[in-house]
């Protein structure tokens, strides 16, 4: 690269950095503002919550401070039943008398939780829901409020208290709800009524303002709002959609009445207002009420508004921006004068160094390759297509390829293609170079003849240049080891002289058969052989032809059996055929044709025939079997009878028989 692009390149860089650490303070800046701003957002969120729960517990404590009263109980009781007597709602003239009698009771005390507590709303509910009495409006009684007072409905229906932020007719504020019982004559407590105490929101905030130095109001939805109770807030214009239910400063007015408020939503929100060439932090978030906590509503009524003047904390933010700027530019044209001087220094030491790893690299690649050539294994690379990149000499040697030959082509359709038809897309090879995971595992490659040799092939993916996935092949024949697997298979599980099973793999045979059996059911038989006066052949004709008619029997009874069937050699010469799925009767037949094949088919050895006979014991597999060996004896007390029976003949397992009385066996004719 030119001198001159890499100065070019290098001041570029540096310029790009440095507007990357401004970018990156400046955002610094911004979001610890950001940080500051939803830090008090939080801040002020959780303790009006705090506050709203305080007053909550405030509403009942003084709920219960009226309830207790044993008057109050007596009166509101004597109402109830006034009202019910006279026709419900308002009631008449008695339950006038009582409402007039309660409220000159608790006149008194209502003035003084007025001054005292800044009570504003105290309301006497009959145990219908109706109401009986409102000490702020004495003249609107007698309207029923389960319908559309739900905190009322559920103290009604558990006699539980409860308090919260609700919408009533007359008032909207924190309510606290208690039950009012009155004792019976005879011990028992009846439910009475209710009391409801609500405070002055105004001068609740008010005095949140001043501790917090923050503006607060509580906006609510016109549709949520009354009629009776609409006119009692500003603003109360028909064009704008909420109305302040309480606030702590004038400019809340303003802001509503030019649409500057944001809309109310579930979660705190922080925004920034500039007004009248200030800036304020304004925190948004709903006015839940007992209907929208419950859930019986889809949203909540109106907004908690809290606001902040940081007219000043921007300005500060913005000269804090300005020095930040300066410092990066003053840095800046330093550190490109530094540049420029290192670049020179240091271009001919790169000169230098280049041609040294050059060398080196140019050493390194020679010896890989000497590597690769004198490897034993078969090594070769593919790329993302599976194409060859690279093999060595011993790969091309099992397979009989020239270099050119094998360079570039697909390496599953030169060497990995199976006769079954394994597709490209369902090769081990591709999987793992798609996954990106290594993979080994034993297979079959062809050779250019079109033989085929067995394999230990191990997978490496690698990653390409393009940033695409390759993948590094290494295999070696292990035909030898197969034939060495298979030859020592051959010798634990067959009998070295006949070619049958050996005694230890057909016992295991029978007894996966007898785990089938028991799980599925069906029909198996075994049958026990034992050739007749054997050891006569021996010392007729030697061992050698004994060895040959031992031969001749299993060749016999492979060519009378299914496939399926399994014979195996017991010891000397006594076998056992297990026949899968074969009854007693089945048994039977096959048992008298091989024993009439065996003898009417003589083995021949040097040119000799030499007769033979068989005898046969039968017997079937049952559900009770537990191990093998019970089949094995029953078979053998079958064999034995025939035996006794005078030899060459089949005898199926009868339990009932004695050695002293055995049955004529069948015999061919």
Known sequence: ??????????????????????????????????????????????????????????????????????????????????????????????????????????????????????????????????????????????????????????????????????????????????????????????????????????????????????????????????????ESYQPATSIQKNIILAASRPEVNDWLKDDLLPESKRTPQTRILVWQEKQFQLISFALDDYRSQSGTQS??????????????????????????????FVGYVIAQFGLLVLVRIFRRAWERRLKQNTATIENLSQRNALLLDTAANGICGIDHNGHITFINRAALAMHGYQLEEAMGKNLHSLFHHHDSGKQLENCPLMHALNAGKAYESEEWFFRRDGSCFPVKMTITPVCGQDSENCAAVVFHDITEQRNRQEALLQLATTDSLTGSSNRRHFLDQLEAELSRHRRHGGSASLLMADLDFFKRINDEYGHAAGDAVLSHFVHTVRQTVRRSDIIGRLGGEEFAILLPGVGINGARELAERLRNIFERTPAKVNNILIPATVSIGISDLRMEDETADAVLHRADEALYSAKEAGRNCTMIYDPNWQRSNLPKADTAP
Do not use: C
């Open 1 to 230: 690269m030119p001198y001159r692009l890499i100065v070019l390149l290098s001041s570029a860089v540096l310029a790009v950095a440095f507007a990357v650490i401004g970018r990156f303070l400046y955002w610094q800046t911004a979001k610890y503002s950001e940080i500051e701003l939803a830090e008090n957002s939080d801040k002020f969120h959780s303790i009006y919550a705090i506050q709203n729960e305080v007053l909550a517990r405030h509403t009942q404590a003084l709920a219960y401070s009226i309830a207790s009263n044993a008057e109050i109980q007596r009166l509101l009781d004597e109402g109830s039943a006034a009202v019910r007597a006279e026709g419900g709602n308002g009631g008449g003239v008695h339950a006038a008398r009582v409402r007039d009698e309660l409220q000159e009771y608790v006149k008194q005390q209502w003035n003084n939780l007025h001054m005292q507590y800044e009570v504003e709303y105290m309301h006497f509910v009959l145990p219908s829901g109706v109401s009986f009495l409102r000490m702020n409006t004495p003249s609107y009684f007698g309207d029923d409020l389960l319908s559309t007072r739900p905190m009322l409905s559920d103290t009604v229906e558990d006699h539980s208290p409860r308090s919260g932020f609700e919408i009533g007719q007359t008032y909207a504020g924190l309510r606290g709800v208690v039950p009012v019982v009155r004792a019976s004559p005879g011990g028992n407590e009846r439910f009475v009524g209710m009391v409801e105490i609500g405070f002055d929101l105004n001068k609740q905030i008010e005095q949140l303002d001043k501790q917090l130095d923050i503006g607060i109001a509580l906006l609510l939805s016109r549709e949520h709002v009354s009629n009776v109770m609409r």
């Open 299 to 328: 949203g909540p009524p109106g907004t908690v508004l809290l606001w902040r003047d940081i007219t000043l904390q921007s300005k500060r933010l913005e000269a804090e921006r300005t020095a930040k700027f300066l410092s990066i």
